[in-house]
């Protein structure tokens, strides 16, 4: 579970700072190296993009007098409106795979609502939903490492200061009976985080390389604009949305951070608990509005996923009978497949 919650902090402070534009080099850029920002929305400038923004915008002038930078002109992409799964042929696997199945779905629902932020959360929702049973199963995971912890810390215990081979096999052997006896899977948690750090890291460029995002308002704000140029400009309403998006995390992730832990990590992870918190603060004013309602909603379902979750296992605690009635269900379609087969 400590690798677990490392590789969601990881995830999850590498998307807000990616989304603000902090450490990474797929910026446009002047000639002194400083990342160009757009001055009407205080957002900074991605390199390349997957179609046209409005031809009468600031946007669109930033990138015809940066051609250079860009991998194919502007003028040549295709607008927003026309842009499809065939579009932009240059692209790598990552590029046709992820990020431009996804663009697209965010613009098909965005043309369907007349709006891209509530397409942006609504696709985001999506994603979640359908990743919901990996986190039930890695929720589940983390409660049975926890009924586990204090036979495992006498094993570790009972071997401490014993390196010898024998030693070793026998603590390895010990080890795996308590995870067997606790249906524990050792890789399971860290598996179902990999799984979705793609999926996070696709949605967020997918956001970023389409313009037309950018382009729309949600509830008086512009898609496009940072908090911080809000609030220069005196529209107060962005002090509402920095609440939102420290609130939402600080609820998520302690909620999550909850889930298996033990008096020794306490410390440490309280620690990496209040940088995040602190780091995803600072960047909240930097990020454009869009991926905001992003990360406000996705955490905001977090926080209620999480108590569905609770709720469910809680149910299988009070009757364990329900995971074992699935799992002899499970293996006897399996043993009547193969007699079908066999026949």
């Known amino acids: 579970m400590k690798k677990q ?54 946007l669109y002038r930033i990138y015809e007098e940066h051609q250079d930078q860009l991998d194919v002109p502007v003028s040549e992409l295709p607008t927003c409106e026309e842009f499809n799964l065939t579009s932009n042929k240059y692209d790598g696997l990552w590029q046709a795979l992820l990020v431009r199945p996804l663009a697209y779905i965010i613009l098909q629902f965005g043309y369907l609502f007349n709006n891209f932020g509530i397409s942006v959360m609504f696709v985001g929702l999506l994603i979640r939903i359908i990743l919901m049973p990996l ?10 490492l926890q009924k586990a912890q204090p036979e495992i810390a006498r094993i570790e215990k009972k071997y401490a200061g014993r390196t010898d081979s024998d030693s070793m096999m026998a603590k390895s052997q010990e080890t795996m009976m308590v995870y067997q006896k606790y249906k524990i899977n050792p890789v399971s948690g860290c598996l179902v985080a990999l799984i979705q750090i793609p999926l996070f890291f696709a949605f967020l460029s997918a956001i970023n390389e389409v313009p037309a995002i950018f382009e ?61 918190i602190i780091s995803i603060s600072i960047a909240s004013f930097s990020l454009p509005t869009a991926i905001a309602f992003y990360w406000i909603v996705i955490n905001g379902f977090a926080v ?27 293996t006897k379609n399996s043993k009547n497949k193969k007699k079908k087969e066999v026949k």
């Not at 450490?23 to 400038?45: A, H, L, P, R």
Request: proline share 2%; hydrophobic share 40%.
């Open 5 to 58: 919650n490392k590789i969601l902090a990881l995830i999850m402070i590498s998307m807000i700072f990616l989304a603000s534009g902090c450490g990474n080099d797929d910026y446009i850029k002047d000639e002194n190296g400083n990342i160009i920002v757009n001055e009407v929305t205080g957002q900074s400038v991605q390199k390349n993009i997957l179609c046209q923004p409005e031809k009468d915008s600031e």
């Open 135 to 144: 986190s039930i199963k890695s929720m589940r995971q983390s409660t049975n």
């Open 216 to 276: 729309g308002e949600l509830f008086g704000m512009h898609l496009g604009m940072t908090p911080w140029k809000g609030l220069a400009e005196g529209q107060y309403i962005y002090i509402v949305l920095i609440f939102l998006i420290v609130a939402t995390t600080y609820i998520s992730f302690k909620n999550t951070m909850k889930q298996g832990q033990n008096n020794e990590m306490m410390k440490q992870m309280n620690f990496m608990f209040m940088f995040m």
């Open 304 to 330: 209620i996923q999480n108590y569905i979750i609770k709720k469910i296992l809680a149910k299988e605690q009070k009757d364990p009978n329900i995971i074992d009635i699935k799992h002899k269900e499970k």
